[in-house]
């Protein structure tokens, strides 16, 4: 399934944000989740598979880049030094953040990692590192949608079928409001307390749904793309 074509007049658009200093272009941090033991995976770093020869962590971070998402930060725990091994994170300027208790949990990644964001953010993208045909495409699609939201929304989640996808954008405002809950407070809890703020965006794409978890997912990827998803040579357990 291939992601949403753009005009230049499509891009021109994305700078119509609701802004308090005119004629700036809004500050859209990126924080990429990438600390999962992945245990359906026989241990192995999920974001390390490769697609076309590219680990699906460094499409995520070529993604982000190219939509104009800076600074990004990714949050690592399990593989850690594999990971930055890999190289893409210095590739793409992307800076590693180190949950020392990865098996608390996704909101306990993701609330470190937006700890470590700078100040003056409009907006934070927060993406998996396991999703294999998010392009740069799909992230303009999101922050378009983001830029033109309804009136008093202030978290983006995309939606296929009804279904929640990923990444999901959220403004400055939630990004407070997340630090400020307890330490259970992650972007689904928010979403929980706050419904009448979450845009449920809704697109046909179905790449927004797609991560890989497990083998089954793996082969799933294989029948859209037809394209295999390969281990690096280390990870590789055929070999």
């Not at 700078?15 to 359906?40: C, D, F, N």
């Not at 470590?116 to 699609?141: C, H, R, T």
């Not at 809890?189 to 046909?204: I, K």
């Not at 394209?227 to 055929?238: A, E, G, I, K, T």
């Amino acid at each position: 399934m291939s992601g949403p074509q753009w005009t230049g007049s499509a891009r021109l658009n994305m700078t119509q944000w609701a802004q308090p200093e005119p004629h700036r272009a809004p500050r859209i941090g990126g924080l990429v989740l990438a600390a999962g033991a992945g245990s359906r995976m026989n241990h192995r770093p999920k974001c390390l598979l490769q697609l076309d020869g590219v680990s699906l962590l460094e499409r995520q971070l070529q993604a982000l880049t190219l939509a104009g998402v800076t600074p990004i930060q990714v949050v690592l725990g399990h593989y850690a030094e594999r990971i930055l091994q890999e190289g893409a994170l210095a590739r793409w300027s992307a800076q590693p953040v180190i949950n020392p208790q990865p098996d608390d949990g996704h909101v306990s990644s993701l609330r470190i990692g937006l700890r470590a964001l700078p100040s003056g953010l409009d907006a934070v993208l927060v993406a998996l590192a396991d999703q294999p045909l998010i392009n740069v495409q799909a992230v303009q699609a999101l922050l378009l949608a983001f830029a033109q939201r309804p009136d008093g929304t202030q978290l983006l989640q995309p939606c296929v079928q009804g279904l929640p996808g990923n990444p999901v954008v959220f403004s400055a405002t939630v990004l407070a409001q997340i630090l400020a809950g307890d330490a259970q407070m992650g972007a689904r809890q928010w979403q929980q307390a706050h419904p009448e703020a979450v845009y449920p965006w809704a697109t046909p794409d179905g790449h927004y749904r797609l991560d890989v978890d497990s083998e089954a997912d793996r082969q799933a990827v294989e029948h859209l793309t037809g394209q295999s998803l390969r281990w690096p040579d280390d990870l590789n357990l055929s070999t």
